[in-house]
């Protein structure tokens, strides 16, 4: 009965030890003709399949080609050094993010992911940039032009750099903005003047708008709002040189010297106009990306 017991159990083991060795051996066989594969295309893509604003296609192939150590189409498959390659990548500019693999027809997909631009700034020494949601700077691409709010007179150090809460406060009102497609349309840039103070200049209307520090854009924009359906609307949007809205629960104006009457046809259109279009705003807000035009 021993014997016989230990002669199935080597026959069991020897068993799948020959499916062991047999997998090995396919799993081998396989990898060795991936290997000898090669490269039959490749594709250049964003992940969000939008066109590239900071990435141009000629730079990823150079890198593709350096670290494959020749040309992409007909080069091995082992050739290339995916994630270095992926490594590589990430570390141009406007890239967060880089992906690289071989589907099944030997086709070399890479998809990268591109920052977002949120906020064009034009700084006080004549440097102009973008920045991301994560209030980092963003060079200008020759590619495409991004529309998104404005702000200009940002003070920037030697290095360029601007200050990290400024930066952020940008990025909180150019946020809010986007969100917003009454604000969308009726803003038309943020002056910041040496004390880092903002001031908005609105499309419609010859009044500015003081936000101070802005350190509160959703209240902010929510009284102007108010001031200007229960204000504005039936006054007109020249009443006011000046509307204040840095103080909390309240919004203080300063009048013009030349006031536009409530009466006015005109004025009356424009303000209602602008002000249903707000309303329906509210009603289909939705969240935007930046506007991309060619250059």
Not at 279 to 285: I, K, R
Request: charged share 20%.
């Amino acid at each position: 009965m021993s014997r016989r017991f230990t002669i199935k159990k080597f026959l069991f083991v020897l068993f799948w030890v020959g499916i062991a060795t047999s997998m090995g051996y396919l799993l081998n066989a396989a990898w060795n003709k991936q290997g000898r594969a090669t490269c039959l295309g490749y594709e250049i893509v964003r992940m969000d399949g939008d066109s590239f604003v900071f990435v141009k296609k000629l730079q990823v192939e150079q890198v593709i080609r350096l670290r494959a150590g020749g040309s992409i189409i007909g080069q091995q498959l082992d050739r290339f050094p995916l994630q270095r390659i992926e490594d590589s990548i990430r570390h141009f500019t406007g890239v967060s993010d880089a992906q690289l693999y071989f589907d099944n027809q030997s086709v070399l997909h890479v998809r990268l992911k591109e920052q977002v631009p949120i906020a064009r700034v034009f700084a006080r020494n004549g440097q102009s940039f973008y920045l991301d949601s994560n209030a980092q700077v963003l060079p200008l691409s020759d590619q495409v032009a991004i529309e998104c709010p404005v702000f200009n007179g940002l003070h920037v150090s030697a290095k360029g750099q601007p200050d990290s809460l400024q930066a952020k406060r940008i990025v909180a009102l150019a946020q809010y903005i986007q969100l917003d497609s009454f604000w969308s349309a009726q803003v038309g840039q943020f002056d910041i003047d040496e004390k880092g103070m903002f001031e908005l200049v609105p499309v419609a209307g010859n009044h500015r708008v003081q936000f101070g520090s802005a350190e509160d854009p959703a209240a902010q924009f929510h009284r102007l709002w108010v001031f200007y359906q229960q204000v504005l609307r039936p006054q007109g949007l020249d009443r006011y040189a000046r509307i204040d809205v840095r103080y909390q629960g309240q919004v203080v104006a300063s009048r013009t010297r030349s006031i536009v009457l409530p009466d006015s046809v005109r004025v009356r259109q424009q303000v209602n106009a602008l002000i249903q279009a707000g309303l329906q705003a509210d009603s289909t807000n939705t969240t935007s990306k930046p506007i991309k035009r060619a250059t």
